[in-house]
């Protein structure tokens, strides 16, 4: 069953007066319980990519599919509602807010969408399994990189998304951070949420069920 | 913040200071009585001063002015007046105007008595002007001897409120009181041979230029002071400080938008990432721009009513500060009118502070680099 896909996705940018595709007719597919990585050289259009399938930008021509809903025409409040239940990011570097805490963090999403209840329990629970427990009092600028990764992950999937996209999550992680936050991901795509993850790192390849490559804009399957 | 406090603070003690001027000089017109007022050639300035400032003045002139009136045609009415001075020491606090008036045929004086403690003015009492302060037992005292209160002026925005009003017999009292210690103004045994002024109304469509030139023709070394030039004198002089306040206030006024502005698009731009991760979270546009404009709201307001108390702590306690500078007549409006100028700036900074910050966030939002998180680049 298909989460989330996109059909002959354009997007262009400008660069010295000249147009060029940074996102070149890419067609993607991600189901259920998926680990897709996508790797591809700095510069090749994933951040743009995953842009797109977040509805963060739109695309010059071609559509984005979630669950049957075209995201380029829903308007701003459903694909609002949309990220912030069903399509979680990780974007590239940090992205917690500065001044609340690790706890309140993690929770913001719920403080937004106002509908649910922050689920006490689950929080303890993930925060453990991430190794953050002792830290959900602590304000982000007193964490590391690792850890601010690991909070970030935390509030990614303390609600079970349907659709995980990740931009570089161990880019500036060790070797054992690195496999950590791999481990959490492999762990809920096992619980059905679909994950995306870019990454330059080779070493990680073996945890996605898909690879995929992705070079001048166009998304190919990863020859190994 | 700052800005907005500017804004509110220029609104709120520019518009007072318009309306005040305005309110003094509707009320100085309404309060000249005379037409035309003949002064000793020489005390011209002198006149003038006790009509606009206050400064208590003394000058005099043969009375037989006063009865060169007599059968010129246009004159409805005349009366004259005797201008001396009291000492600061006498009471009051400074230095009065003295002014002696003729019951019978004053024109000029009686239509403002505003608050009638007895019902004549007896020999030797006075009417005081609405800034004279007399002694706590309610009497002014003057060269040693005190004197009840009869009436007191409602207040004219120019210098007679600064003055005491008697009757010639009082006068003679005084200035005997004042010979005796040995201030000579005239000798009090021919003080009935002077007065200071001569003030007349003229009748509807008279030709005043006329009536000016047969009375030259009948007495020496006299001056006439036009009520109707020195109002239009004072409105001109009205109308260039009127202009410098609207230029001043524009100034600031923009100032501070512009400031505002400024300020908006920068915390703005430094929350640039902290909006993408609120729209990536699923925080709604609209949602995004109802709080900041909600931050604009209280900013303006804080700012405003800062701004608002900074403005009532220079517009009351520099009132007389302000009055006394001007050298226009100048009389505070009515409270409620100030505080309607004061809720007016109040709500000209709010409103310019969420339009500020609205059109901040409003130029974000329509950026599309703003929703895609670039970060390390
Ligand atoms: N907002 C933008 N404006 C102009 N050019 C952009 C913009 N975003 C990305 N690009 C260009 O598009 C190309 C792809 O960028 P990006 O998707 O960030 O690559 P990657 O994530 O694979 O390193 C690059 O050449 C980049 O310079
Ligand atoms: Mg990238």
């Not at chain 2, 406090?5 to 009320?27: D, E």
């Not at chain 2, 017999?169 to 005239?186: N, P, V, W």
């Not at chain 2, 929350?271 to 729209?279: C, Q, T």
Request: glycine residues 8%; contains cysteine; proline residues 3%.
């Amino acid at each position: 069953m298909k989460y989330l896909c996109s059909e002959k996705l354009v997007k262009e940018y400008e660069r010295r007066g000249k147009t060029f595709r940074a996102v070149d007719d890419v067609d993607i597919q991600i189901n259920k319980g998926e680990f897709i990585i996508i790797t591809g050289e700095s510069g090749s259009g994933k951040t743009t990519l995953l842009n797109l399938l977040l509805g963060l930008t739109k695309p010059e021509s071609g559509t984005v599919l979630f669950d049957g809903e075209d995201i380029s025409t829903i308007d701003d409040k459903r694909l609002s509602e949309i990220r912030n239940e069903k399509i979680k990011y990780i974007p590239q570097g940090d992205s917690l807010l500065t001044s609340l805490t690790v706890r309140e963090n993690i929770l913001f999403p719920y403080v937004i969408g106002g509908k649910e209840e922050p689920p006490k329990e689950r929080l303890i629970e993930l925060a453990e399994k991430l190794g953050i427990k002792d830290l959900l009092d602590v304000y982000p600028s007193e964490l590391s990189g690792g850890e601010m990764r690991r909070v970030t992950i935390a509030r990614a999937v303390i609600n079970k998304p349907a659709v995980i996209i990740a931009d570089e999550p161990t880019g500036n992680l060790d070797r054992d951070n690195t496999s950590k936050v791999m481990e959490i991901f492999k762990d809920i795509s096992g619980e059905g949420t679909a994950v995306v993850v870019v990454t330059h790192q080779r070493e990680t390849l073996d945890y996605a069920s898909k690879v995929l490559n992705m070079s001048h804009g166009r998304l190919a399957p990863e020859n190994r | 913040m700052l800005a907005a406090l500017i804004g509110s603070y220029a609104l709120f003690v520019g518009s007072v200071l318009k309306g005040s001027l305005n309110n003094g000089m509707t009320r100085m017109q309404e309060r000249m009585g005379a037409d035309l007022m003949i002064v000793p050639e020489s005390s011209e300035v002198k006149a003038r001063n006790i009509l606009l400032t206050g400064e208590p003045e003394f000058f005099y002139m043969d009375i037989s002015v006063a009865q060169a009136l007599h059968d010129i045609e246009g004159v409805e009415c005349a009366t004259s007046q005797f201008y001396f001075t009291s000492l600061s020491s006498d009471c009051c606090s400074t230095r009065v105007q003295l002014i002696a008036y003729d019951p019978d045929t004053d024109f000029v004086i009686d239509p403002w008595i505003d608050e009638r403690i007895t019902d004549e003015v007896e020999k030797g009492s006075v009417i005081i002007g609405s800034e004279v302060t007399p002694l706590p037992d309610g009497k002014v005292k003057f060269y040693g001897s005190e004197y009840p209160v009869a009436g007191k002026l409602g207040e004219t925005a120019t210098g007679l409120d600064h003055s005491v009003f008697m009757t010639r017999d009082t006068m003679h009292e005084i200035l005997s009181d004042a010979k005796e210690k040995g201030y000579q103004f005239i000798n009090p045994e021919d003080d009935g041979a002077f007065v200071s002024t001569v003030l007349i109304r003229v009748s509807e469509n008279a030709d005043i230029t006329g009536i000016e030139k047969e009375i030259y023709g009948k007495a020496e070394g006299i001056k006439f002071i036009e009520t109707d030039k020195l109002i239009n004198d004072l409105s001109v002089k009205l109308g260039s400080v009127d202009r410098l306040i609207n230029v001043t206030l524009t100034v600031l006024l923009v100032f501070s938008f512009v400031t505002m502005i400024l300020f908006f698009s920068v915390i703005f731009h430094e929350r640039k990432k902290e909006f993408a991760i609120l729209r990536i979270l699923g925080m709604s546009s609209s949602k995004i721009c109802f709080s900041s404009l909600t931050e604009g709201l209280i900013i303006g307001a804080a700012g405003g009513a800062a701004g608002l108390l900074a403005g009532i702590l220079t517009v009351f306690p520099f009132n007389r500060l302000i009055e006394n500078s001007l050298d226009v007549p100048y009389l505070m409006s009515p409270l409620p009118v100030v505080i309607l100028y004061g809720l007016l700036g109040v709500a000209v900074t709010v409103l310019f502070s969420s339009l500020a910050s609205f059109l901040s966030t409003l130029s974000l939002s329509h950026a599309e680099t703003y929703y895609t998180m670039r970060a390390g680049e």
